[in-house]
């Protein structure tokens, strides 16, 4: 995503996290040979506008998941292990 590049994945923890499907990648569902192939069929027939889908994908990586940002998130709860 930070490649600005559109990115597949299923819709299971992190992953569905990331992506916005449709907005910032596609997703399938897990464990889903049919969804995934549908998918990828989208990508390669042209029904997916892949350069929006990876410019999207990297704007949303640059607004949210820059390391100074996200340490930021993290910190109150390594400082709280620390104290414990």
Not at 45 to 67: D, I, M, P, S, Y
Request: hydrophobic share 45%; net charge positive; proline share 2%.
């Amino acid at each position: 995503m930070a490649m600005a590049r559109c990115v597949v994945g299923s819709n299971v923890g992190g992953i569905a996290e990331l992506i916005d499907d449709g907005k910032t990648g596609l997703l399938f569902e897990a464990g889903s040979r049919p969804a995934l192939i549908a998918t990828l069929e989208k990508l390669l027939c042209g029904k997916v506008n892949t350069v929006a889908l990876g410019e999207k994908a990297r704007a949303h990586v640059v607004a949210n998941r820059q390391w100074c940002k996200m340490s930021a998130a993290y910190e109150p709860a390594y400082t709280r292990a620390k104290n414990a």
